[in-house]
């Protein structure tokens, strides 16, 4: 009977999959009646057959259904691959995810592990492109990641649904397609898994852990993380504690009996906040004074770097741990990213950096330019987000992510800070940061309907006595609730196509061809960059991070070559070493170089331009 246990196995995951628009339960006890009747191989022969009935019908029905419907705008209509967009992944849940889209798009998607996290686990990234138009290592790329912090994980899901969407939609909207025709994008959901998964499945707070599972000494004394957050009732939500106090000063809000206000100057309190649930546990009688992992990932990275005396989070050197070093030997390794996106949460900020004042330096005019573009661009595709400056809308760093991209690689990059508070009654007073508890507690009460808030309740604390617990679940606040989480998704992803469209695409403009005596040729090419971002920034060029484009003829012999430095006048420098291949610095965004040979015999010419980050291209003369 095992055999035949298996079969409605199979079936009753059909049925709850809801896709089944038969009555299973029925058909299964009717079938199960048969079993008195008929050995077990008959039975097994019935049971299968009504199985491909039934997912047979299933899917006919699912695609007459899919057909008539009327197509929403701005999403697939009928997806290869199903992904609710109303939740959040583990990371073996998203790896699943992205072997499902490979799967079903082997030509534009291939996965690969770039590195292990601290525990062991892979950090998978997908590089999606059109595979059979070209090697994807030569075209303009941009690289995306997500959830670098433990409690910021939305971030994978914006980079996921941006996988989904380009293969979904590759083959129905033109834009999509001509973009993964000449383009790359390197997606890792998220670099740092081992955080990941223990804030999805472990007690925690909205704001912790902010990091990981690495161990801290934060009290000084020898031990490590022997005294941090204890889930007191088991619901797996570290909430706050409170006990009565007629010293106290806060009082329970007046409109919302869930939420703790300060009380006025001139009036008594009723309770003192204790902090975050937790226990003494190592009897020093403090409470919490180790938190869960207090070094930031994002103050990790070789620029503009400071130790931990100065920039709190950073540790031993640059590029400490594992899942950073694995994304910094992956950038070297692709100098053809021009462009970067990393998502954190929360705030709806668009930012840029620098990080702190003393690196405002290394940001060119003409580069912040091309920055200011694309954040003003984002502004209009993310309502309530604002564009700002790390360093001088925000806050000091050293050390981050973005900073490295650009002051250690000359890549344009971004980090966008999901879900603004805006999103909560989109109200035009709020802005970034501007929402009040009150605020919180009302969109809980009338959105969520109470959902996200845990009631307080009584608890026998061991050090305290009676005291109660309660407060904002993890699961929301730095998270956006399940109803607006494709929105969120699909207009970040809108601001991260856009930055790699602008990439740098080179092309070979013009050739012209014009008899010289001697039998001599002059042989003047237009090498146009279609793209807002150069082929090399202005920190790119300056330290000489990625090698010049290369501009070459083929057709004849050369005897001279150099790039006109005014071309209306005829005036050219001459590059006397190899002038079959000139080495132009940079292509500016939107703009032009000329380039000219003088060339011995021939008659048919060819150039060609590859630059690492604008592509490779070609023209025939005529």
């Not at 967009?85 to 889209?101: F, G």
């Not at 001279?560 to 006397?576: D, S, T």
Request: negative net charge; aromatic residues 10%.
């Amino acid at each position: 009977m095992e055999n035949i246990s298996s079969v409605f196995t199979i079936i009753e995951s059909k049925r709850q999959s809801n896709k089944c628009i038969v009555n299973i339960n029925s058909m299964m006890r009717f079938i199960g009646s048969l079993l008195s009747s008929f050995n077990e191989k008959i039975s097994i022969c019935l049971l299968i057959i009504f199985l491909c009935t039934v997912s047979l019908s299933s899917a006919q029905q699912s695609k007459e259904f899919t057909s008539s419907a009327l197509k929403a705008m701005g999403a697939p209509n009928n997806p290869k691959v199903e992904i609710a967009w109303n939740r959040y992944y583990d990371s073996e849940q998203l790896h699943e995810i992205m072997q499902r889209i490979e799967k079903a798009y082997p030509n534009l998607v291939k996965i690969s592990s770039i590195g292990k996290s601290v525990e062991g686990k892979d950090m998978w990234q997908m590089t999606i492109s059109n595979f059979k138009n070209g090697d994807p290592d030569k075209k303009p790329a941009m690289y995306i990641d997500g959830n670098i912090h433990s409690n910021e994980i939305q971030g994978a899901e914006v980079v996921l649904y941006t996988a989904w969407y380009v293969t979904e939609l590759y083959d129905e909207i033109p834009w999509i397609k001509n973009l993964l025709d000449e383009k790359t994008l390197y997606v890792v959901p998220t670099i740092n898994p081992d955080a990941r998964d223990n804030f999805i499945h472990s007690p925690n707070n909205p704001h912790s852990p902010r990091s990981g599972l690495a161990k801290r000494d934060d009290d000084g004394d020898g031990e490590y993380n022997e005294d941090g957050y204890d889930d007191l009732d088991g619901d797996g939500n570290i909430t706050f504690m409170r006990i009565k106090d007629p010293s106290g000063r806060y009082k329970v809000d007046p409109s919302d009996s869930r939420l703790m206000v300060q009380a006025n100057a001139d009036e008594k309190g009723e309770y003192t906040l204790l902090g975050w649930e937790g226990i003494d546990n190592d009897g020093d009688g403090q409470v919490n004074e180790d938190g869960p992992g207090s070094y930031d990932p994002n103050r990790d990275w070789a620029w503009n770097w400071a130790p931990r005396y100065i920039q709190y989070g950073s540790d031993h050197y640059p590029f400490t741990f594992p899942e950073n070093r694995s994304v910094k030997n992956f950038v070297m390794e692709h100098s053809n990213i021009a462009a970067a996106q990393t998502f954190h949460n929360n705030g709806g900020m668009i930012l840029r950096g620098p990080g702190s004042k003393s690196d405002e330096g290394t940001y060119s005019r003409q580069d912040v330019q091309t920055y200011d573009f694309l954040g003003q661009l984002g502004e209009e595709q993310l309502p309530g987000y604002k564009y700002m400056v790390l360093w001088r809308d925000l806050y000091t760093v050293y050390g981050g992510e973005i900073e490295w991209f650009y002051g250690g690689r000359g890549i344009l990059s971004f980090t966008n800070e999901l879900w603004s508070e805006f999103d909560y009654f989109r109200r035009a007073k709020d802005s970034t940061r501007d929402v009040s508890q009150q605020d919180l507690y009302r969109f809980d009460k009338i959105l969520l309907f109470s959902e996200g808030v845990v009631p307080w309740k009584k608890f026998q604390h061991p050090q305290y006595g009676e005291i109660e617990i309660g407060g904002i679940k993890k699961a929301w606040t730095r998270t956006a609730p399940s109803f607006m989480i494709e929105d969120m998704c699909h207009r970040n992803m809108a601001f991260t196509l856009f930055h790699l469209y602008h990439t740098p695409k080179v092309s070979v403009d013009s050739i012209v061809v014009k008899n010289l005596t001697g039998g001599l040729k002059e042989v003047t090419a237009i090498i146009s960059n279609e793209r807002v971002i150069p082929t090399h920034t202005s920190q790119d060029a300056k330290n000489k991070i990625t090698r010049p484009d290369w501009i070459s003829l083929t057709g004849g012999k050369i005897v001279a070559g150099g790039i006109m430095e005014n071309r209306f006048l005829g005036i050219m420098k001459e590059q006397k070493n190899r002038p079959q291949r000139l080495n132009v610095e940079n292509i500016q965004g939107m703009g032009s170089v000329a380039v000219r040979w003088i060339v011995e015999g021939g008659n048919a010419f060819t150039v060609t331009v590859d630059s690492e980050k604008g592509g490779i291209a070609e023209r025939q003369s005529k």
